[in-house]
């Protein structure tokens, strides 16, 4: 996950919602353009969404901070996947999907998805409709951390 | 939005996770699947919740800003002769037409222009008048008087995305082509918005009020259509051959003459109804029943077969004859 280091500067310059002594949440949205040189070196960059067509790769960037002066216990973030996008991957061993709007959870390998004929075939990212995240460790007072997810423009 | 996890979802959270989830796009998105993607100027909101243990016990939820992006249009046409192969044309010919579809491969109703192009070479001949014709009643056919004429800004299509229209293009055949001429014409058609390499923006043009961007076809498309000449020509033989009654060749009276008549159709196409007639030279009588058409006898009269004796001559009606065809009419007549 190496393209995180390019945005932190951005990221800090944008207001985070404000939660006086308490947490916070911020939500950035960048679009990943591959560009390939002369030499043919691939550059993945984050740019900002200035513009954006179908097929675009578009990473969700969600940014928490503890601002209250004590730890904060039981944290768990959950982004559904808007309706335009579909979800292609996170990579965060707290994370799990739904692809039932939120009435199950897990692992995507462990999921599964009815059919027409009433059997029921593994998911795939495509069918995911909700991210979360659940922290089984308190966040400590003042610390921060990001949370990202992907996805592509339908 | 849903509660904390590893809780399980109450019902109402769950309705309350899918109305959320369908009221972020509910504002132009529509959920169908769209090989163009995405309508233009949709807008893509996303939101998170955070969930934690509050302070003073139960639990506190807060929501994230909202980010939103409005897709862009991609501007992206395709162009495809709808003719099977050649259209067959004759010499002299007008309001010949080839077919062609152009459709939307963009996510944004755009207006195409319109462009045909019948000296682009590759050809033998290039057609004349070369009109563009909207199908606008949208049957897939020509239909003269219905279908109007294009004129470039004034109707220009407009297509909705993943939409097709036939276009068709009427052109005059030149009188002096021959058989197997061919005549290619290009019809081009043109995103209004823009066009160029792909990857251009025009800012704010896009549908829905965000940006317009060339896609991979450059926002323009061409495919090509033929015309081909099908030319039949007849080629025509008569031959006659004299038996006298020693058994020669002697033209004298009562000498049968046995005339063969060697129709042969060469070049593309075909002859529509054709028809060999040949007169009873003066001085002989026709001998009746000699009547034959590719070896086979034909009745003198006017009946259901191909031949008759008018009194004066013999007549065989061929029909269509396609290029290729050889057919040999004989009869015979006696000298008076």
């Not at chain 2, 169908?32 to 639990?59: C, F, I």
């Not at chain 2, 807060?62 to 980010?67: D, W």
Request: charged share 15%; hydrophobic share 40%.
């Amino acid at each position: 996950m190496k393209f995180f280091l390019p945005f932190l500067a951005l990221l800090s310059a944008t207001a985070a919602t404000a939660a006086p002594n308490g947490v916070t949440l911020n939500n950035a949205v960048f679009v990943e353009h591959v560009r390939v040189d002369a030499q043919g070196h691939r550059t993945v960059a984050l740019d900002p969404p200035a513009v954006v067509t179908p097929g675009d790769h578009l990473v969700f960037v969600l940014t928490y901070r503890n601002g209250g002066a004590q730890p904060a216990t039981g944290f768990g973030v959950t982004n559904p996947i808007p309706d335009a996008v579909t979800f292609e991957s996170v990579e965060d061993p707290r994370a799990v999907v739904s692809v039932d709007h939120g009435a199950t959870w897990g692992a995507l390998a462990t999921l599964t998805v009815a059919q027409p004929d009433g059997s029921r075939r593994p998911a795939v990212a495509a069918d995911v409709t909700h991210v979360r995240w659940a922290f089984s460790q308190p966040i400590p007072a003042g610390a921060e951390g990001r949370l990202t997810f992907r996805g592509i423009v339908k | 939005m849903p509660s904390a996890y590893p809780l399980p979802l109450s019902a109402a959270a769950r309705r309350a996770a899918k109305l959320g989830a369908c009221a972020l796009l509910a504002f132009a998105f529509d959920g169908a699947a769209r090989a163009a993607g995405t309508p233009a100027g949709s807008v893509v909101r996303n939101t998170a919740t955070a969930t934690y243990d509050a302070p003073s016990g139960g639990e506190t939820t807060i929501t994230s800003n909202e980010v939103s992006l409005t897709v862009d249009e991609i501007l992206g046409v395709t162009v495809a002769s709808g003719d099977p192969g050649d259209v067959s044309v004759t010499p002299g010919a007008t309001a010949q037409i080839l077919r062609y579809t152009l459709t939307n491969i963009g996510n944004g109703s755009e207006k195409f222009s319109l462009l045909a192009r019948s000296n682009a070479g590759g050809d033998d001949f290039d057609p004349g008048s070369a009109e563009i014709i909207l199908d606008t009643n949208g049957n897939g056919a020509y239909d003269a008087g219905v279908d109007t004429l294009y004129v470039a800004g004034t109707n220009d299509p407009q297509l909705a995305p993943d939409a097709s229209q036939t276009v068709f293009v009427r052109s005059v055949i030149p009188a002096g082509v021959t058989d197997g001429q061919r005549a290619r014409v290009d019809l081009v058609a043109t995103a209004l918005t823009g066009s160029g390499a792909p990857g251009i923006v025009f800012t704010g043009q896009g549908q829905g009020g965000g940006n317009a961007i060339v896609g991979t076809t450059g926002g323009t498309a061409e495919d090509d259509g033929y015309y081909r000449v099908q030319q039949a020509s007849i080629g025509f033989v008569k031959s006659a051959v004299v038996l006298d009654p020693f058994g020669h060749a002697s033209a004298m009276p009562g000498a049968f003459i046995t005339y063969t008549l060697a129709v042969t159709i060469s070049g593309s196409g075909s002859i529509a109804n054709l028809r060999i007639a040949d007169t009873i030279p003066a001085g002989t009588t026709y001998r009746a029943g000699t009547l034959t058409l590719d070896g086979g006898a034909l009745t003198d009269g006017v009946d259901g077969d191909a031949g008759t004796f008018t009194g004066s001559g013999i007549a065989v009606s061929l029909g269509n004859v396609p290029a290729g065809a050889q057919h040999n009419v004989t009869f015979q007549v006696k000298i008076d």
